[in-house]
């Protein structure tokens, strides 16, 4: 059972790593790289304001993944990197620091391409990152794009499979100990009668 749920495990974050870089890849399209990479600054606000209003009617027309995947858009400026845009945020844009060193962080990219997969250990969860670099014109990284999403779902299946598994050995071992119990008190019997 724990061999299935360990497979069952590798399936479900591959299957999550594959939405999310599929999702990644959609919204990378969408997004008026023109517009983004020309901002140069946190108070370039008309600017923010227009690239995070069409992101959000994007994930309104078609995001069918949004209760179990965010999707958040990353800048680069010269003080760090800012969080411009979060997809289940729809009156306000959100702005915080945030640092991922790619370069030190090799053994998380997916072969030779632009995507990164890493997981991150919550109190409760673990979050299961797909992060997708942003480029200008040029070929410039001017940021990124995080589609994360957690384990909650995989580990209430888990969950439950546990309760039946543990439930399934207990019966069993009641049936186990009450057979064995009058196949002793048979045996014990007979060696009595024949003593």
């Not at 600054?41 to 959000?56: F, I, N, P, T, Y």
């Not at 250990?121 to 070929?139: C, F, H, M, Q, V």
Request: charged fraction near 25%.
């Amino acid at each position: 059972t724990y061999y299935e749920m360990d497979t069952i495990e590798k399936d479900f974050i591959k299957q999550h790593y594959e939405t999310s870089d599929a999702i990644s890849s959609f919204y990378r399209n969408q997004l008026d790289s023109e517009v983004l990479s020309s901002i140069e600054s946190l108070d370039d606000a008309e600017k923010l304001e227009k690239v995070r209003l069409a992101l959000m009617e994007n994930i309104e027309e078609n995001a069918t993944w949004t209760d179990s995947v965010n999707i958040n858009v990353y800048k680069y400026f010269d003080n760090g990197v800012h969080l411009l845009l979060y997809s289940t945020t729809t009156d306000c844009l959100f702005v915080s620091s945030f640092l991922f060193d790619f370069d030190l962080n090799q053994e998380y990219r997916v072969e030779n391409s632009d995507t990164y997969h890493y997981e991150t250990k919550g109190i409760a969860t673990t979050y299961l990152d797909s992060i997708t670099y942003l480029r200008d014109e040029n070929g410039e990284i001017y940021g990124f794009i995080d589609v994360y999403g957690n384990l909650d779902k995989l580990q209430i299946s888990q969950n439950e499979i546990k309760e039946k598994v543990m439930l399934i050995t207990v019966i069993l071992g009641l049936v186990l100990g009450a057979l064995l119990y009058i196949l002793a008190y048979y045996i014990v019997r007979q060696l009595r009668m024949t003593s």
